[in-house]
């Protein structure tokens, strides 16, 4: 298939963008590049010697987005292209409804004009809120996000929603993923957060190469097994497979889908620090602190309908990702900021 995939220069995209070229899929990269580097993209036909074409651009642009419809014949669109820091969404909250929503319509506007409407949409577990029940099935429903980070996801997914219900042309997969984690095991790309990372490996895999001094653990009274937050990591290869088993069911089943994307097991932080250490042999030190506003004690999904429906399940486990995403940080310690960009 012509796939076009916003946001594939990114970290998710560009591994996906990966096992697309790995299964002879023509593959448009559209990226505004943001939060991300071209040089991801060198990487990714550095692997595979195949080679998608990247365009630099918006997907708020619709004259941009008309001019690639017409000039390539895509079958379907992959959209990762969105912003998604929680604490920034909270500050500025126009840029995320913007960039997320607005640019999501855009898109679909787009698409629609083209004749194009298979879409996969990059959704989260956020849009679950705090349920009562673990793990999480995609018959529980939606709940209350906490930032406008994950309302732009929840906003989406309903648009979405009523996108396939007002028009049968349409075949959309939301993918609520869980907590993306890892690298290629080539150690050539990865997760490159501009400024302090957010999110806990990144966090853990710079205080273990020495950028960072300590790790904040963000509460220890939460009802876990050891009192820190338990979520459920995938390996992002694993992720990335999960939307190529998405775009085959969507050509086959028309109609709106939802399917987790999880492994199914939880962790807790202090077990992703051990395992950390374990597969780096270098320590990681960390300190206790408050809770982090937002937070919620644990996450962690039930991935049984992705495989009954979609034939795919996570195959790699903790130890998987943190080698390797130990790999991708021992060998590029400023991530893709170790290159300059030609
Ligand atoms: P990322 O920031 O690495 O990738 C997003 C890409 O989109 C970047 O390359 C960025 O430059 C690009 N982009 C942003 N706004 C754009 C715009 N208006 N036009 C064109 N390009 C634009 O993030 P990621 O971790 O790869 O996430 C990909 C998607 O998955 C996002 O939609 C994110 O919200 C979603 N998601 C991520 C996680 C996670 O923990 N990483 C969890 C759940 C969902
Ligand atoms: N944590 C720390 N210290 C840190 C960073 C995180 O203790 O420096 C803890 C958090 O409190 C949480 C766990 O590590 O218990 C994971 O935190 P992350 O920030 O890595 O991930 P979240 O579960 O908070 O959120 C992530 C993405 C969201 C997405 C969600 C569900 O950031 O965008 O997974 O997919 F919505």
């Known amino acids: 298939m012509h ?29 505004n590049l943001s939060n991300s580097s071209a040089l991801s993209l060198e990487r990714v036909e550095q ?17 941009l987005l008309d001019r690639i419809f017409s000039a390539h014949e895509i079958d379907a669109v992959v959209h990762f292209a969105g912003l998604k820091a929680v604490g920034e969404s909270v500050q500025q909250p126009l840029m995320y409804y913007d960039n997320n929503v607005s640019g999501s ?69 939301l993918l609520r993923y869980f907590n993306p984690a890892g690298a290629h095991p080539s150690g050539l790309i990865g997760e490159s957060p501009h400024g302090q990372p957010n999110n806990l490996i990144p966090y853990i895999s710079q205080v273990a190469i020495g950028r960072l001094q300590q790790l904040s653990v963000y509460g220890d009274d939460y009802p876990t097994r050891d009192g820190t937050g338990v979520r459920d990591y995938i390996h992002v290869v694993d992720l990335a497979q999960g939307h190529l088993a998405a775009l085959d069911a969507i050509v086959r089943v028309p109609g709106i889908h939802t399917w987790n994307l999880g492994t199914g097991t939880g962790y807790t932080v202090l077990e992703m620090i051990a395992a950390f250490e374990q597969a780096s042999g270098r320590p990681v030190p960390y300190a206790i602190a408050p809770r982090r506003a937002g937070d919620i004690a644990e996450c962690w999904s039930d991935p049984g309908k992705a495989h009954r429906e979609l034939g795919w399940r996570a195959v790699l486990g903790l130890h998987d990702m943190m080698t390797d995403a130990w790999r991708w940080q021992s060998q590029n310690p400023q991530g893709y900021e170790d290159e300059p960009a030609n």
């Open 47 to 63: 692997i595979t010697d195949r080679q998608a074409l990247f365009l630099e651009g918006d997907i708020r642009d619709r004259a």
């Open 3 to 31: 796939i076009l995939v916003t946001g594939g220069a990114g970290y998710i995209g560009s591994h996906t963008v990966l096992e697309l070229l790995q299964a002879k899929h023509e593959v448009v990269v559209l990226d």
């Open 105 to 173: 319509i855009t898109l679909c506007q787009a698409m629609a004009a083209a004749g194009v409407f298979r879409l996969v949409f990059s959704s989260s577990a956020t849009v679950y809120g705090d349920p009562d029940t673990m793990p999480i099935a995609e018959t529980c429903p939606t709940g209350q996000p906490t930032n406008p980070y994950g309302r732009s996801k929840l906003m989406i997914e309903n648009i979405l929603r009523d996108l396939a219900a007002a028009d049968p042309r349409w075949s959309i997969a």
